[in-house]
């Protein structure tokens, strides 16, 4: 056991601390700002601002482009693209580097490993047919148009897949989609040129081979962007999650990725990694709103003390360092097992964060809001912000219940078999 | 002791219920829709729909309005301006009628029982001279003009007025204000007119004498609404947040509420009942999400059955039933300990509500969001508004940690007392 | 509404009060030292010191004696064996008078009002014959002897009554009994003459008429204490629980309180009243506790100030302060709903203190341990039989759960059948 | 970063955890039953069992004895006394093998590394002078003597070392001692034959020199052990917690470990390993708990379900293993983090583990006693012990109040550091 980083994982994570410190920061400070004054002015929010562009080309200069593309698919994709010019890395070298991207909210798309590209961008590669490649997954590799994820529905529960009710049927040489998403991540952004879309092809084959993944260009006849939500009052901009609705949007059959059948077994190998990223973002961003509460908590005063000398608030700040703590420790392991054991091993562990994570950060960022007084439930400082992602995170990839159903499930299995054993012997 | 309501809180609140449920709510889902669209359309959200005014003019013709005026000040204005045609209402007779009014973010205002316009109204009844009442109490009472309330300050914190910064300086025959506030509830609406400031005056004076209350016509040369502020996303219109500046506003020196150094006596008078109202509506409003929550979990169905026998969720259903039925209690005998024993002996009493009562419904309405999926946490609920409103008055009037400051040392005084006694006895 | 205690129950509650703070709470602490002793000479603790009979005495003397005594059932045994020589005491004017009896844990004992005796004498008086009455309600009564329930069983889970595996077998004019019970509250007093036992007649009734309630000398052949239990460590003296067998225990069919069958009717009368009467007494527990932890916390000194003044300290004060404020209202009220509708109304009510107070009471008495460090945890403060009390209160008379799934339950039925409605409609 | 066990943690914590499985519970539970019985029979018992010399010998036989001697400190008495025959332990290897030591209370006596000898051989082999090593340390690895550890006092806050009264004071070539100390653990054992007692040498001395570790015989005259304390009901037998007093006992001077001053820095080496030993057996032990409720979750059954299958079970059951998962991982961080950086960059890591494991363990623990319904409170299982041992824990080597004030002093001096240099750069 060693708990030291590997040093490639130091060095990109150092870096990339670096970066986001001195580029992203300041940057993130302005665009807010600039997107609330767009609102108040009744012009469009939702566009591409060139600093983005800018930052991008820089952290690409950097070799800080893609680092998320997982270890074992970096052929020429690597070379071509980034990951610091070398192999990807494993998900428990990527950890600590998603973390420090976390610390910023446009961070992720910076260094073009911000979701739900990732998740699409290793479908991708992992799935895609030569020609998906060629014409999605390059632009994607090379930042110049980005994704959706056509899942959740608003009409029925999603975290139960057999609701599903959207379609895609194959008509011939042709696939038929019909349905309505919403929680589509990505459908914001003005450079969303393509979305995968996850619907029911057979209903009547076994539970595991009913839904299809089919690559939708967003701008093909029959699919709309309805609207744009908020999450507990954010838009996210500028990548946004939509709801968009499918009319009979006619696509060839070889746009379904992997074939007809195949959504569940490609979501399974999605899942694992992208809830690792989600969570080490998540960390990251706690961690940042830890700063500021520190930063707040002993320059401000009242009733003559820093806040910090006040009340349970030293206490507090312990128990947000002891929770964090855990929760980072948590997830590297769920990292490692995910590298060493693969993703059928590790349902259990990555339940666990994805229950664990998002439950902390809302906890440590509340207590940052509380110390930040009434400014930190409003538009000056990224908390409120910071806790909309948090507690939706405790939604979005399946809800707390469903991931406490899976880790129990594995729990009582081998003692209900036991107790069967023992019943079946009397 | 008896819990039975007396029979005019019962009628008033059953009143005020029925006419939410059938005017308001569905007012209220149409008026959200409205906003939200008029700000995409780059349209001033900050504008008063007519259907608000019929709405309003329907309850006064229903003798609901006004409710919120105190028992003992009824005189002429109960007469002409509301509470039902007979006297106020005592603050325990109030509150489920509060609570009632709470299941609606607009309800209030259409009752003319809105913060911080009844906090305002109280101040100008009880310590109003008569040009004061003349030209603000009446038009309030009357529901032609609404107020802003000053206090927060962005550079210091509040929470210890003695940090306050703003100042309203004697010279001569007039009183010269200069400050920046924030958080200055009321002050996006189209008919603000008018704002109780509260500034430093003598900051020489002992520390209860310092502060003065001053009537500022928001139309006066200097006064300044800089923006309005997001709570947790939302911006409550129509009425809002501002940040406000004043910049050498001169006033006639009469502007000042009761005469120079009186605003600690009058904050004192005005915060018992203003958190008692403010602590009902919460609960009616968490009642009104939990409703929705039980609504959702008999009719969503996930892998075979309602969400409701699904994992804990029966017991969450029931934590959350104890939790405000103990806050409802908890509220009901501090309103009944104001009015039988006045606000210096009921101390502890409202600062326990100020806590406990939030914090409650933070925790039910994150329940509720999280039955509702993501859903729950975007627009077509409201549900995340309900949350931001909760959450902010875990700031709001006083964060948590001085409110428990004030119940610890009511608690510890007469220990501390005892053991020196004992101590110097030694 | 009115929260003001009636002039008997605060008259009542302040003499109680006064009779525990100068003749129990000394006498408790000799008591508990004196049983310490005992055991560790190997002699045996389960003896009644004659002290508690002088107290009981002198409760007598003053009128304090069964006040559990119900509204309703006073008649001649009112007269005789007190209440304060007045009528019974509904269970609101009862509750403020537990709360103090629940300071000391022998308390109830000396005003005769301790559990189980209460209940047992509750179901005599109401269901018992004339003959059961003069053999051992009137004994009861005056304090000459004591009684044991004997429902729960070492085998099954006993939360659900239908897994009761007792007998009660009718056989001519005999009734057989069969069983092993544990948990049988009061076996251990040297005094304890008679129980009450619960079990299964007829196994194909209905479920809630298959069990009857026996009345059982404890000294019949075939009754045996087997051993008495410690509960978190604690023995109970003088009461005790007790795991008790019967084998073949004959007994003339007259000894069935009621008649056969009728358990469960007998049980639901019982249990509202009582679980009243055990959350009054964990709150005057709670709030003992919390006396010696406000003692404590400002006459230790560390770190150069009294406890009081670190950490946190404070604000954990405040919120136990909170806590059981809010535990009192929630019980004050559920005994008012008794008192007014009668028990099947108040079925969510009672079922929400059960849930909410033992476990109220477990967080505040440890915070009161924490503050007395490791002392807090020893034999030399009530707090850790303190703890044991409120903990085992979370299992006894029904756990947790089945209260919580009896509140959701409640809940739930009105929106089910609206939707079920819905749904039939469709 | 790696998080697979080395090969020898991996080994010897699976032939302990077989040993523990296979020898050591099923001599628990007669123990436990045999403890019991004795008391009620008014015999001794404090006394050894020859079945625990037995197993003790076949655990040396195993290579499983002092396993938890040190790195680094092996040299003669590694290669005569134990540690499988090899070197000591690093930190990180040796906590994966008291994890499993703890899934019994009475495994680590066994295995000869139990607290608090663990801690005293610890002192003895790295601060004793030859002279103390012949004659206590070689008996104590040969497990035939048994030591007490002598500091937190009944009169004063242990937690703040300043406030200790015992006395050690020199007189020519003696020290005499004076205290009275209580919570000596070990001190019930009938071979308890030294304690190390640390009390005040010069109290004018600077915070870090005044205190002074003394060798005390046990059978020296003046020393007595006055009572056996109690924790939660519990005696933990046969090691126990003791209050002694020493009465004018006169030792020569160099019974002072190390000379006359030096506790402080004695204690501080001490206290790191020590705490990782605590939190991992207490793992084990909630592991142990959590084993217990699983099965009885399978195999009880209500309501016509196995109790795992009733109300919010299942998700508590998964709380429990993301509970535990977490400490372990902290644990284990905390433990290589000691052995790579030493104590002094380990402190804050140190506390975390110290606050957080507790409390995990006693939530845990408590859960499982709820699954186990009131049996879970008596004797029959080991719960109501576990818990008693967890929740002191909180309050042992520190109460949780302090270690947060560790972390916290930790987290702020930078941040306040930074905001002095802003503010004199102003």
């Known amino acids: 056991m060693d708990f030291s980083l590997s040093p490639r994982a130091a060095d990109l994570s150092a870096r990339v601390r670096e970066f986001v410190d001195t580029h992203v920061e300041p940057l993130e400070a302005e665009l807010v700002a600039d997107v609330a004054a767009r609102r108040l002015r009744g012009e469009d ?31 020429p994709y690597a070379e071509r693209f980034g990951t610091d010019g070398g192999a990807g890395l494993s998900n428990l070298d990527y950890a600590p580097v998603a973390e420090q ?25 992992k799935y895609g047919s030569h020609a998906q490649k060629d014409r999605w997954l390059e632009p994607l590799l090379d930042g110049k148009v980005r994704s959706a994820f056509l899942m959740t529905e608003p009409g029925v529960a999603s975290s139960d897949a057999t609701n599903m009710q959207a ?8 696939v038929v989609l019909n349905g309505r998403k919403w929680w589509s991540s990505g459908a914001g952004h003005p450079d969303c040129k393509v979305g995968i879309y996850m619907a029911v092809t057979d209903p009547n084959a076994d539970r595991h081979h009913r839904h299809s993944m089919v690559v939708v260009p967003m701008d093909h006849p029959g699919v709309r962007v309805e609207r744009m939500l908020s999450t507990l009052g954010q838009y996210d901009e500028p990548l946004g999650h939509g709801e968009v609705t499918l009319t009979d949007v006619r696509l060839p059959v070889d746009h379904i990725i992997g074939g007809p059948g195949r959504a569940f077994e490609i979501a399974q190998g999605r899942l694992g990694p992208g809830r690792v990223h989600h969570c080490m973002r998540l960390i990251g961003l706690t961690e940042k ?131 069967m054993a023992v019943g079946a012997a009397q």
């Open 167 to 174: 379609r895609a049927e194959i008509d011939g040489d042709e």
């Open 101 to 125: 991207m976390g610390r910023s909210f446009i961070a992720p798309l910076i260094f073009n490993s911000n979701a739900p590209d990732t998740g699409n961008m290793e479908v991708l590669l």
């Open 289 to 419: 709103c830890l700063d500021l509460a520190l930063q707040r908590s002993v320059s401000r005063v009242a009733f003559g003390k820093p806040l910090a000398q006040l009340g349970g608030n030293r206490e507090k700040f312990a128990e947000a360092r002891i929770k964090i703590n855990q929760a980072r420790l948590h997830v590297l392991h769920a990292a490692w097992k995910l590298d060493t054991f693969g993703s059928a091993a590790s349902l259990s562990e990555v339940s666990e964060i994805k229950v664990a994570v998002p439950r902390m950060a809302c906890e440590v960022i509340d207590f940052a809001i509380q110390i930040h007084g009434g400014g930190g439930t409003g538009p000056d400082f990224p908390l409120a912000a910071a806790y909309a992602g948090a507690r939706s995170l405790r939604l979005a990839d399946g809800p707390d219940e469903v991931h406490l159903g899976v880790v129990s499930r594995l729990m009582l299995a081998p003692y209900a078999k036991k107790a």
């Open 45 to 75: 929010p939702w566009r591409i601002d060139p600093r983005i562009e800018e930052a991008k080309a820089e952290a690409r200069r950097q070799g800080l482009w893609n680092l998320f593309l997982p270890a074992g698919h970096e052929g």
